[in-house]
């Protein structure tokens, strides 16, 4: 949901609670983020990921994409904000043991309801669809 306070901040006090004067409009996504839910997880031995099953998947490449830039590469957009902090922004404490180091390799094959199908490949952070 879009809100004042940032993409990805969250409030000390209650890191699972978005107050209400926060929210701007809680049907629209952040500028950059691909959607309101996504639905990758990382798997529990933290090298996969996988669909968590909760409901139709929208988007998976741009979810990727999403997660590799804003989380996980070095130089990726958390590690900048991180390095100069915003003001009026919380931070979980999980944040400052982020490595952003991280390079993702692997394919997914997406199989559609009516047989359709195709590929999100990752190379060396770099997504494509074919």
């Given at each position: 949901?879009?809100?004042?306070?940032?993409?990805?901040?969250?409030?000390?006090?209650?890191?699972?609670?978005?107050?209400?004067a926060?929210?701007?409009?809680?049907?629209?996504?952040p500028?950059?983020?691909?959607?309101?839910?996504c639905?990758?997880?990382?798997?529990?031995d933290?090298?996969?990921?996988?669909?968590?099953?909760?409901?139709?998947?929208?988007?998976?490449?741009?979810?990727?994409r999403?997660?590799?830039?804003?989380f996980?590469?070095?130089?990726?957009?958390?590690?900048?904000?991180?390095?100069?902090?915003?003001?009026?922004?919380?931070?979980?404490?999980?944040?400052?043991?982020?490595?952003f180091?991280?390079?993702?390799?692997?394919?997914?094959?997406?199989?559609?309801?009516?047989?359709?199908?195709?590929?999100?490949?990752?190379?060396?952070?770099?997504?494509?669809?074919?």
């Open positions: 949901m879009l809100r004042h306070s940032g993409p990805y901040s969250t409030p000390a006090e209650q890191p699972l609670w978005i107050p209400d926060d929210v701007i409009n809680d049907s629209e996504p500028a950059g983020q691909p959607g309101l839910s639905q990758w997880a990382v798997g529990s933290g090298w996969e990921l996988s669909w968590n099953h909760h409901s139709r998947f929208y988007s998976g490449g741009p979810w990727i999403y997660l590799i830039d804003t996980w590469r070095p130089g990726c957009a958390l590690q900048a904000e991180l390095a100069a902090r915003l003001e009026g922004r919380d931070y979980a404490p999980e944040f400052d043991e982020f490595t180091d991280h390079v993702l390799n692997g394919e997914i094959k997406v199989t559609e309801e009516d047989g359709t199908s195709w590929l999100i490949k990752v190379v060396d952070n770099v997504v494509s669809e074919t």
